[in-house]
């Protein structure tokens, strides 16, 4: 089946302590991204990735960091994670090539106390 | 790059009247529009898009205009039922570059039986 998933699905942390949430697909989509969801403000790009080794900032990048070592895997990393990143995060993945319909992960909520 | 805006913020209906939802846009050179349904807890996913050669596509009981001379566009739904209740995204991109995807704020539909 064809799917992008994320783990974990919930997350309670402190502040200061790492994480990484992550993301895979099997599609073998070129274009992948992290989206952070907060009342009102719609979906916000937190990264994105146009392919293996390349990865740009999106409109809210501060306090994370990404990687792409492999076409389907793009993790999302918080060094030291501060109660305003609490929200609901989503990962999403597409092909480059044609009009291009994002599919999106089962989302992770994560709470930073 | 693209700022789009999205309204109302919340909407309810009853069951068997439209619903429309409004989106503008501000970047001309934007030619993908897709709207994203969220149903509660969980991911977005697409119900309908419009690419900028067309002015209006229907499906079944939605439809999606565009107006690219004012530069916005709007999802229309009939005969709304209970499980059209979500929250719905639109958003505006270029072809071939997702890393410009905007998402506007979103719409909460709900359809009163």
């Known amino acids: 089946e064809a799917q992008v998933t994320q783990n974990p699905r919930y997350l309670i942390t402190v502040t200061g302590k790492k994480l990484t949430v992550t993301c895979s697909q099997n599609?073998?989509?070129?274009?992948m991204s992290w989206y952070r969801q907060d009342p009102g403000l719609g979906l916000r790009q937190i990264y994105y990735?146009?392919?293996?080794?390349?990865?740009d900032k999106g409109d809210v990048p501060e306090g994370y960091k990404v990687s792409r070592k492999e076409k389907r895997n793009f993790p999302l990393i918080l060094e030291s994670p501060s109660p305003n990143q609490t929200s609901l995060y989503f990962c999403?993945?597409?092909?480059?090539?044609?009009?291009?319909?994002?599919?999106f992960g089962p989302g992770t909520r994560l709470t930073v106390l | 790059g693209e700022n789009v805006e999205q309204h109302p913020s919340t909407l309810s209906v009853q069951e068997g009247d439209s619903a429309v939802i409004k989106c503008t846009y501000s970047?001309?050179?934007?030619?993908?529009f897709p709207w994203y349904k969220q149903e509660l807890g969980k991911r977005p996913q697409l119900i309908i898009d419009?690419?900028?050669?067309?002015g209006e596509k229907k499906d079944q009981r939605i439809a999606v205009t565009l107006n690219k001379t004012a530069k916005h566009f709007s999802l229309h739904i009939t005969e709304t039922q209970p499980e059209d209740s979500a929250v719905y995204f639109c958003a505006a991109s270029k072809v071939r570059n997702n890393n410009d995807m905007r998402f506007g704020a979103g719409t909460r539909l709900t359809v009163k039986p």
């Open positions: 599609m073998n989509h070129e274009y």
């Open positions: 970047d001309s050179a934007s030619n993908y």
């Open positions: 999403a993945s597409s092909l480059v090539d044609s009009y291009n319909e994002q599919f």
């Open positions: 419009i690419r900028s050669n067309v």
């Open positions: 990735s146009m392919n293996v080794e390349v990865t």
